[in-house]
């Protein structure tokens, strides 16, 4: 740790001494050098550096893009020392939908720069970027857990779509018991996210909310997510592990859950839209098999659901450049470009027009159909609980993890969860 | 007990004139007054990279500091550690989750490369064609960066494509692959696995220096009276060598008490494997709480306190009483 501390000061003050070097005197007119931290999970880099691309040739600027780790949570993590530290080296920041309240005081208010435009984008989204009336980012792509099936496989073996987890249990374990009879060794019945890291959280929030057990936390602030329909969900999950799913789904996240699905081990798997592009690509292996649908139902009561998720491009308050930034951001979240990116990565408009857009549809067919599922996903209780956001997510997804292992039975983990996040609340949020 | 009243007999009798003592004191006084001079210089880089960041971390757990306003924090007192309304470090089960973690590691990872460690010391202190180049050889798990040790490692021992199931299925140990880092079960053990193939290779080098540096004519006295081996190993080797594997356990069980990286990159923040290092990262950086974490911290530097200053005197106690007998 000692070493690491030092190591970090002394990159700190060689990046510092760089940036004063080349900061002597950059003025409006001359072309100036933005970058942008992008993600790389699928083909998010390389839909960056294209859209990137495309602003630099059109504004005579310089991007240089600035790659950052897959997990959410490590995400943060590194954007929290570098904007603690009021570093310059990223201008524009990819942002996740429920970090405006853990971050927002580090951005700039991009309303000035707008124009108006926010208001073509879905309004749920906005009004989480906006803190105190000012709008932190800008809506770049939205995201909803959705269900991927083999339709090959489903045909072949005589199942449905299934409408309800219990059906989703019985059906992937049948395929899965047929399959390995078949010599299909290494075949499994589902895939989703299990590490112990913030996509856990989105799944198992949309286990809850599938039985109508709530949003962990509700509106008013309220710790509710020890009910009886939460102890449902979970008991219902907690057999999964080692029955339809493997063990290591313990440790995946969105990446390595579609290394499985994808190289044709799986016959459902849980994820956000952008597997549906490369599912589809021309090297894989299930090239045309896939269907989507939504995340099933609790049971007969239940509802089809989705954890909403999303990026957004926010621009930081320490950037030289400010306004070149915020050009960048609103040309990335522009119509043309998320129009672009939909078609060649799936990645969700955040502006409804597209979702009537013929050329979108076409390349995106479930767009259109869960359509609802998009617009009315389920939201992380992130606004309510502000910056312990982090701890009670936290909190949250080490329940479900000890329960999806077998360590602990669903109603003594949520018990314990109840606890553990009123002792987070500290009698107030 | 001769040879230092002896000591004494001759200081006595060199002291007697008083002219002499007078200079000799000034002598001594200048001596340690040179002595502090050469020594400033290193106690004040100590003081400069060790001390200040200790202290500043000590302070910082008795505030509410968080780490985008580390300037403007509040003195909380004790609260950080214990208070009545939300508990604090000291009544968080996964503190004491994350403690009992790390003690269990550092017990079963440093007895298991001390005994191997041993062996491959003895094995490398024998004369054999192609000595040097396995004593190169060897160093390499030690060499590698343990980030990128440890990324290797994951991918190894994956569920879907890790080598190491595919070696184990091939050879008929098991029948399904195995998800090392993933079951709360298996994932200590495979860290464990993991600590001991990258620093065995050290213990057996401090162990190997002790070796060699061992008196020649017990040996020769032993294989004289024809002991066997065995009992030589127990009665002779394994004494004299003990000074030298003392300072080796120490140094790994430092090492292994702060452990990080390592189990970061095998199995993030998991609480099965969360050692107290990752515990207050977690809430430094993660929870952006810098009161609280520093509080962690400042926890874990008076546990590797504690236990370095009973190992130490312990040990010392047990080799004195040895000397004796």
């Known amino acids: 740790m000692q070493t690491f501390k030092l190591f970090t000061g002394l990159t700190g003050a060689v990046l510092l001494a760089t940036n004063a070097l080349s900061a002597n005197g950059a003025s409006a007119q001359e072309p100036v050098e933005i970058s942008i931290s992008c993600g790389a999970v699928g083909v998010e880099l390389e839909l960056c550096q294209e859209g990137a691309d495309a602003w630099a040739e059109k504004t005579g600027n310089t991007v240089s893009l600035v790659s950052t780790p897959n997990s959410t949570t490590e995400r943060l993590a590194l954007y929290q020392q570098l904007l603690s530290a009021g570093a310059k080296d990223i201008d524009v920041f990819q942002i996740d939908i429920i970090w405006p309240g853990i971050l927002g005081s580090h951005f700039i208010d991009l309303a000035p720069y707008s124009g108006g435009v926010e208001d073509k984008h879905f309004e749920a989204i906005v009004s989480t970027n906006t803190i105190d009336g000012e709008l932190k980012a800008m809506p770049w792509f939205t995201d909803a857990g959705v269900l991927y099936y083999r339709k090959d496989l ?25 399959e390995r009879a078949a010599g299909n060794d290494g075949f499994w019945g589902f895939v989703f996210q299990g590490r112990a890291y913030e996509g856990l959280t989105t799944n198992a929030l949309e286990w809850l909310d599938a039985y109508g057990a709530g949003t962990i936390v509700d509106a008013d602030g309220e710790v509710t997510v020890n009910n009886p329909q939460a102890v449902e969900a979970l008991t219902m999950v907690s057999g999964w592990v080692g029955d339809i799913a493997p063990e290591g789904v313990l440790n995946y996240a969105e990446e390595e859950a579609r290394g499985v699905f994808q190289s044709g081990n799986a016959a459902f798997m849980r994820n956000w839209p952008y597997a549906w592009s490369l599912g589809n690509s021309e090297d894989s292996p299930i090239k045309g098999k896939i269907g989507v649908a939504a995340l099933p139902k609790g049971g007969e009561n239940g509802q089809h659901t989705g954890t909403l998720g999303g990026w957004n491009l926010a621009v930081s308050r320490y950037s030289e450049h400010p306004e070149e930034a915020a050009d960048l951001a609103m040309y990335l979240s522009s119509q043309a470009e998320q129009r672009r990116r939909a078609i060649k990565g799936a990645y969700n408009p955040t502006i409804n027009a597209l979702y009537s857009d013929d050329e979108v549809l076409a390349a995106n067919p479930f767009f259109g159909e869960l359509h609802s599922t998009f617009v009315n996903a389920v939201a992380r209780p992130s606004e309510v609980v502000g910056r312990s956001y982090n701890r009670v997510s936290n909190a949250f997804w080490n329940a479900t993890h000890s329960v999806l292992s077998g360590a602990v039975g669903a109603d003594e983990a949520l018990e314990g969860l109840e606890g553990s996040l009123n002792r987070i609340k500290r009698g107030g949020w | 007990m001769a040879s230092s009243s002896a000591l004494t007999d001759s200081r006595a009798s060199s002291s007697a004139p008083t002219r002499s003592r ?5 002598l001594t006084r200048s001596r340690v007054r040179s002595a502090w001079m050469f020594m400033i210089p290193m106690l004040a880089v100590l003081a400069l990279v060790a001390g200040w960041p200790l202290l500043r971390t000590i302070w910082l757990s008795f505030t509410d500091a968080t780490l985008d306003a580390t300037s403007n924090a509040q003195f909380i007192g004790l609260a950080n550690y214990y208070n009545a309304t939300w508990g604090g470090v000291l009544s968080d089960p996964m503190w004491w989750n994350s403690v009992w973690n790390t003690l269990w590691f550092m017990g079963v990872s440093v007895s298991l490369e001390l005994v191997l460690g041993l062996a491959l010391a003895l094995l490398l202190n024998q004369a054999f064609r192609g000595r040097g180049l396995l004593r190169a050889a060897v160093l390499v798990p030690w060499a590698i960066p343990t980030v990128v040790s440890a990324q290797m490692w994951g991918w190894m021992l994956h569920d879907q494509f890790g080598v190491i199931n595919d ?7 098991i029948s399904d692959p195995i998800a090392w880092t993933a079951g709360s079960t298996t994932a200590m053990w495979a860290v464990v696995m993991v600590d001991v193939w990258k620093t065995t290779p050290f213990m057996a080098l401090l162990i190997l220096t002790g070796l060699q540096m061992l008196p020649s004519d017990c040996y020769e006295a032993a294989k004289v009276d024809g002991v066997h081996p065995f009992k030589v190993f127990w009665k002779v080797t394994l004494p004299l060598l003990k000074p030298a594997i003392m300072v080796a356990v120490i140094f790994r069980a430092l090492d292994a008490l702060r452990i990080f990286d390592l189990i970061y990159v095998l199995t993030s923040n998991a609480s099965s494997t969360m050692t107290m290092s990752v515990y207050a990262r977690q809430q430094l950086v993660d929870f952006q709480d810098v009161g609280y974490g520093s509080a962690a911290s400042t926890m874990l530097f008076l546990i590797i306190a504690v236990l370095t200053v ?4 312990l040990g010392k106690v047990k080799l004195g009483s040895e000397g004796q007998s």
């Open chain 1, 154 to 178: 489903l045909e072949q073996y005589g199942h449905d779509v299934p409408e309800t987890w219990a059906q989703l249990t019985d059906i992937a374990r049948d395929i899965k018991e047929q």
């Open chain 2, 22 to 26: 007078a200079s000799s004191n000034a």
């Open chain 2, 167 to 173: 070696m184990l299925m091939t050879v008929g140990f």
């Open chain 2, 310 to 313: 009973a190992y130490i005197t």
